[in-house]
């Protein structure tokens, strides 16, 4: 495969992730502080698909492994948070009766949600692993297109 046709599937593959995570806030479930943080490396990652299809250059593919390499990051530490193996942001998981989380305007907006989404709560999981962990393993899919695009004759 050229690079640019690398690029453009290992671009669809964060974007289909990120419609996949909308998808299921659409169902229900709301997305933690930590799944929110997740998101924006894949969008990232699908505007560089798009800079990478029409200028198909090396350093598109270094900045989508790296932004596929940081959303997977993220993954693998949210699903340790989730299965307790070490502690997440406290504005988010534990018991959270701290106010360190919240900026000045979210102590003064009249807009409370709910709920609050913990962090260290799984709230769906296939297969013995979390949304979290499936965007891990599936970003670190997505960093071996990258690379194997950055590797690949241009074009």
């Known amino acids: 495969m050229t690079r640019r046709a690398l690029i453009l599937l290992a ?12 998808a299921f806030q659409a169902l229900g479930y709301a997305p933690c502080q930590m799944c929110l943080w997740q998101r924006w490396p894949h969008a990232a990652a699908a505007a560089l ?7 198909p250059l090396a350093i598109v593919a ?3 492994a790296i932004a596929a390499f940081t959303t997977g990051a993220i993954g693998v530490f949210h699903a340790g948070v989730e299965w307790k193996f070490w502690q997440g942001p406290t504005a988010c998981s534990g018991t959270s009766t701290s106010l360190s989380g919240l900026s000045g305007t979210d102590l003064l907006s009249t807009d409370i949600p709910e709920a609050i989404v913990m962090c260290d709560e799984i709230v769906w999981s296939l297969l013995g692993l979390s949304m979290a962990g499936w965007n891990a393993v599936l970003s670190f899919v997505l960093v071996a297109v990258w690379i194997a695009a950055l590797r690949a004759r241009a074009a």
Not at 11 to 22: N, T, V, W
Not at 49 to 55: I, K, N, Q, T, Y
Request: hydrophobic share 65%; net charge neutral.
């Open 11 to 22: 671009a669809s593959g964060s974007f289909a992730l990120l419609a996949g995570a909308f």
């Open 49 to 55: 698909g798009v800079a990478g299809f029409f200028s």
């Open 62 to 64: 270094v900045l989508g």
